[in-house]
């Protein structure tokens, strides 16, 4: 059965930093692209940010230069480093991995074959 699990979402201020993790198993995902994306009630998810195996990576307008995506293929993980947190960054965020990409990234969530359940991400002002 495969499965991504995400962690590390919680309560932080401002201007502070939390690291979400994405666990994946049931298969290899190193030859898959990976992506983060969030969602808020009453939106539609929206795109964060990605990396393929390559280590190719995008991310959007709203998180260039205060995320960090990454990836341990050896550990079927990838990694969303946020810093200079905004409250409007409070969002569930979902992991998702693209398994058609190979050496590219997409935006479009449709693309993303596989999702965890999300982690609550939350930034006081």
């Known amino acids: 059965q495969v499965q991504l699990v995400e962690s590390g979402g919680g309560l932080v201020q401002a201007g502070g930093s939390l690291r979400l993790s994405c666990a994946a198993s049931g298969r290899a995902f190193s030859d898959d692209a990976m992506g983060w994306f969030r969602q808020t009630p009453g939106n539609e998810r929206e795109f964060v940010t990605a990396i393929a195996w390559t280590g190719n990576n995008l991310y959007s307008d709203s998180v260039k230069g205060r995320f960090t995506i990454s990836r341990d293929n050896a550990k079927n993980t990838v990694y969303l480093q946020m810093d200079s947190l905004k409250p409007e960054d409070t969002a569930v965020y979902y992991c998702?991995?693209?398994?058609?990409?190979?050496?590219?990234?997409?935006?479009?969530?449709?693309?993303?074959?596989?999702w965890g359940q999300g982690t609550q991400v939350t930034v006081s002002s």
């Open positions: 998702a991995a693209d398994h058609s990409a190979t050496t590219i990234v997409r935006q479009a969530a449709r693309y993303y074959d596989y």
